[in-house]
T-cell receptor, first 116, second 113 residues
Framework: NAGVTQTPKFRVLKTGQSMTLLCAQD?????MYWYRQDPGMGLRLIHY???????AKGEVPDGYNVSRLKKQNFLLGLESAAPSQTSVYFC???????????????FGPGTRLLVL | AQSVTQLGSHVSVSEGALVLLRCNYS??????LFWYVQYPNQGLQLLLK??????LVKGINGFEAEFKKSETSFHLTKPSAHMSDAAEYFC???????????FGKGTSLLVTP
């Protein structure tokens, strides 16, 4: 049971390049999330998904797109990277049948992205 | 909107001393509150969570937190700090919509010998 995994672990991009971050979970969780972590800012939600084929915007969605084609995978895309997107990206998942806000979120190890 | 405020971005304690990390919440409805820990270069790990079953919540690694509605607080404590407790600690509150968490800005705990 690997939990939540993220690839790649580290990436350097030039401004304007595109890339996709992959998140995978093997816990059969319905809900998945993408956060970014910046110094002194805590974690901020980018996008989330409450099930296969559905996605929704979080508090900082601009410049990112997501897809949830399979239940176990949640992809985060940057179409045209900008230096402001330099950050550490965390994926998380949780099991929530219905609106159960007590559910624990399980986090991946993170992806460090540097945009030059 | 539900939110949390962590008082003190950096806290330093001596090994063996009491650890106290402060978190206050703002919520118009009874909140679900969480403490997560992040060790260097790792993801976040759940320490404990308050789900209204008991006001004193015990977590892993000897940590506990007490929910105080009158003070709108959910402070994290540990009686005796270990060197291995050095990490970033995040308080979070569950939203009542959107299913995600609102995180505080984090408190970095330094433990000195």
């Amino acid at each position: 049971n690997a939990g939540v995994t993220q690839t790649p672990k580290f990436r350097v991009l030039k401004t304007g390049q595109s890339m996709t971050l992959l998140c995978a979970q093997d816990m059969n969780h319905e809900y998945m999330y993408w956060y970014r972590q910046d110094p002194g800012m805590g974690l901020r939600l980018i996008h989330y998904s409450v099930g296969e084929g559905t996605t929704a915007k979080g508090e900082v969605p601009d410049g990112y797109n997501v897809s949830r084609l399979k239940k176990q995978n949640f992809l985060l895309g940057l179409e045209s990277a900008a230096p402001s997107q330099t950050s550490v990206y965390f994926c998380a998942s949780s099991y929530s049948p219905g609106q159960n806000f007590q559910e624990t979120q399980y986090f991946g190890p993170g992806t460090r992205l540097l945009v030059l | 909107a539900q939110s949390v405020t962590q008082l003190g971005s950096h806290v330093s304690v001596s090994e063996g001393a009491l650890v106290l990390l402060r978190c206050n919440y703002s919520s118009s409805v009874p909140p679900y509150l969480f403490w997560y820990v992040q060790y260097p270069n790792q993801g976040l790990q759940l320490l404990l969570k308050y789900t209204s079953a008991a006001t004193l919540v015990k977590g892993i690694n000897g940590f506990e937190a007490e929910f105080k509605k009158s003070e709108t607080s959910f402070h994290l404590t540990k009686p005796s700090a270990h060197m291995s407790d050095a990490a970033e600690y995040f308080c979070a509150v569950s939203r009542n919509s959107g299913y995600a968490l609102n995180f505080g800005k984090g408190t970095s705990l330094l433990v000195t010998p």
